[in-house]
C-alpha cells in the first residue's frame, strides 16, 4: 500500500548505481582485502590495487572504487546526510522504504535515497564494531554514537516487523553558544544574563538548575551552552547515557554509562557513576538526563553542599516537580528545596517562521506549602509577540546571593543589566565559536566589580 504525503523533498546527487557484475566484482574485493580492516581510520583505496583484482574488465573501475570508500570510510548512502550540518535527525526505517530526515529550518523531509536490509545492516554493523558491541536476536536494540558524537539507535527483527531500522541524531559541527541562541531568539540578552548570574552564583551561591522540555526542544544544546557561564576554577564532572555535552572547560570528566553484556553483566548506570563521581570533590555536576532512581542521589548531593545542572523530559514546570516527586524518580518532597530554577524549554511550529525552539518558562523553587511545591515564574515567553519577559518582581535565589555576597539587591539587579550590555555588544557576532565564547565570558571578569 502506498501513502502519500506533504513533506518537502530532500534531493541529492545520486551516485550510479553498480550493474550487477560490478557489485559482484565489489563484494569479492572487500571479502578479500577489507573486511579485516573495516574499522581501520588509515585504510586506503589505492585504485592500482583494485584493478589488478577486477576479473571482470568490462567492470567500471571508478564506481567500484567509489562505492568501496563510501562503505568502507562513511557509512554509505546516507553519507551525503550525515555531511550536510543543517541535518537534525537522520531515520531508516526499513528495507526499500525512503529515508527520512529531519532539518533545522525545514522540518521533517523525505529523501530520494532508499537502503537494503543488507545496506542497512551494513551500517548497523559497523557502528557497534566501532564501539565493540553486538546486535543480533538476542540483543537487538543497540544504542550508540558515531566518532563525531552523533547519538545512534538502532533495531533489527523480530522486534521491528519491517526490517532493521537506525535512527542517528546529529550535531553540529560547529557547536551553539550564547550568542547563537540570542540571535535565534530561544534567549533574549536580559535572560542570558540574569542566567549567567544564576549560574555563576558570584562565586558565593552557584544555583541549581534543571532544564526541562520535550523530546528534541533543545535541553541538552541549552545545557551545553549555559554551562559556559560555570567560571573556569570549578571542577565539573558530567555524566551521560551516550556522551553529547561538549563543555568548554580545561578541568572536565566526561562519564557514560555502559549496558549489560550478553550475560547481563558488567552494566554501569548512570546512579552508580553519580555516586562514584561524589568521591572525586566535584565543585559541579552535569547530568545528561535524569530519568531514575539517580534522582534521588542528585538531590542528596544538592542538599549536602554540590551543585548541579541536568536535563529532565517534561511538558511543564509542574510537571517537572511532579515526575521528579514519583517513582521511577522518588525524590523526598522536602529534597526539592534544594533546586533553584526550573528552565521549561519547547519545540513549536509558527505559521510564518516555521520550527521553533524556545525557552518559554523559568521558575524557581521557593518552598513547600499545604504539602505542596511553591514556584515563582520568573520569566514567560508570549506567542504572539514571540518574545519572553521578566514577570517577577524579586527572586529567592538572587536575593541570597545578594545577602551572601554582602551587596544589596539593587546592587545585584546592576549587575544584570551590566551583563546584558555586554552580551549584546558580542551577540552580532557569528564567527565565535564555544570555546571564543568562553573566552569572552571570562574576560568579562576582569572589569567587573563583582
Known amino acids: 500500500m502506498k501513502y502519500e504525503n506533504n513533506l518537502p523533498q530532500y534531493n541529492t546527487n545520486k551516485k550510479e548505481q553498480l550493474s550487477k557484475e560490478e557489485q559482484e566484482e565489489y563484494e569479492k574485493i572487500k571479502e578479500t582485502i577489507i573486511q579485516q580492516q573495516i574499522n581501520n581510520k588509515e585504510l586506503k583505496i589505492i585504485p592500482q590495487e583494485i584493478n589488478e583484482l577486477i576479473n571482470e574488465k568490462t567492470s567500471n573501475t571508478d564506481k567500484i572504487i567509489n562505492k568501496l ?34 532539518h533545522r529550518t525545514k522540518g521533517m523531509m523525505i529523501t530520494d535515497i532508499k537502503l537494503n536490509e543488507n545496506e542497512i545492516k551494513q551500517s548497523i554493523n559497523k557502528i557497534a564494531n566501532y564501539i565493540q558491541r553486538k546486535i543480533d536476536k538476542q540483543t ?32 553540529k559541527k560547529n557547536q551553539l553558544t550564547i550568542f547563537d541562541l540570542i540571535r535565534s ?24 538548575t534543571i532544564i526541562a522540555g520535550g523530546t528534541g526542544s533543545g535541553k541538552t544544546t541549552t545545557l551545553n551552552t549555559l554551562s559556559s557561564f560555570i567560571p573556569s576554577n570549578e571542577r565539573i564532572i558530567t555524566i551521560e547515557d551516550t556522551l553529547e555535552l561538549q563543555i568548554p572547560q580545561e578541568h572536565l570528566i ?43 542521589t542528585l538531590f542528596t548531593a544538592l542538599n549536602t553542599g554540590h551543585s548541579g545542572m541536568g536535563t529532565l523530559h517534561a511538558n511543564s514546570t509542574q510537571e517537572t516537580i511532579n515526575r521528579l516527586l514519583n517513582p521511577p524518580m522518588n525524590v523526598p518532597q522536602i529534597m526539592l528545596n534544594s533546586l533553584d530554577f526550573i528552565i521549561m524549554q519547547n519545540r513549536m511550529y509558527h505559521p510564518e ?17 499545604n504539602n505542596r511545591v511553591q514556584l515563582n515564574k520568573i520569566f514567560e515567553y508570549d506567542f ?49 565559536d564555544v570555546y571564543e565564547a568562553k573566552k569572552i565570558i571570562n574576560k568579562y571578569y576582569h572589569t567587573s566589580n563583582f
Open 69 to 102: 570508500n563510501d562503505d568502507l570510510r562513511g557509512y554509505g548512502k546516507i553519507d551525503v546526510l550525515l555531511k550536510d550540518d543543517n541535518l537534525e535527525e537522520i531515520m531508516i526505517i526499513g528495507n526499500n522504504k525512503p529515508v527520512y530526515t529531519y
Open 140 to 171: 537487538p536494540i543497540l544504542d550508540a554514537r558515531l566518532p563525531d558524537g552523533s547519538r545512534v539507535n538502532a533495531t533489527i527483527p523480530p522486534i521491528t516487523a519491517d526490517g532493521p531500522t537506525l535512527t542517528i541524531r546529529k550535531f
Open 185 to 208: 531568539n530561544t534567549f533574549n540578552t536580559y535572560l542570558s544574563a540574569f542566567l549567567w548570574v544564576a549560574i555563576d552564583g558570584l562565586n558565593v551561591r552557584p544555583s541549581n
Open 254 to 296: 566526561r562519564t557514560e554509562t555502559r549496558p549489560p553484556n550478553i550475560e547481563n553483566k558488567g552494566e554501569i548506570n548512570m546512579d552508580v557513576l553519580l555516586k562514584n563521581t561524589l568521591r572525586q570533590r566535584p565543585d559541579r555536576i552535569i547530568i545528561g538526563e535524569v530519568r531514575s532512581n539517580e534522582a534521588v
Open 353 to 369: 517562521k516555521g520550527p521553533l525552539r524556545r525557552i518559554t518558562e523559568v521558575a524557581e523553587v521557593v518552598g513547600i506549602e
Open 384 to 432: 504572539n509577540t514571540d518574545k519572553i519577559n521578566y514577570v517577577a518582581i524579586s527572586s529567592n535565589a538572587l536575593t541570597q546571593i545578594s545577602k551572601m555576597k554582602g551587596i544589596s539587591y539593587k546592587s545585584l539587579m546592576n549587575e544584570i543589566d551590566q551583563r546584558e550590555k555586554y552580551l549584546l555588544k558580542h551577540s552580532n557576532n557569528e564567527k565565535i
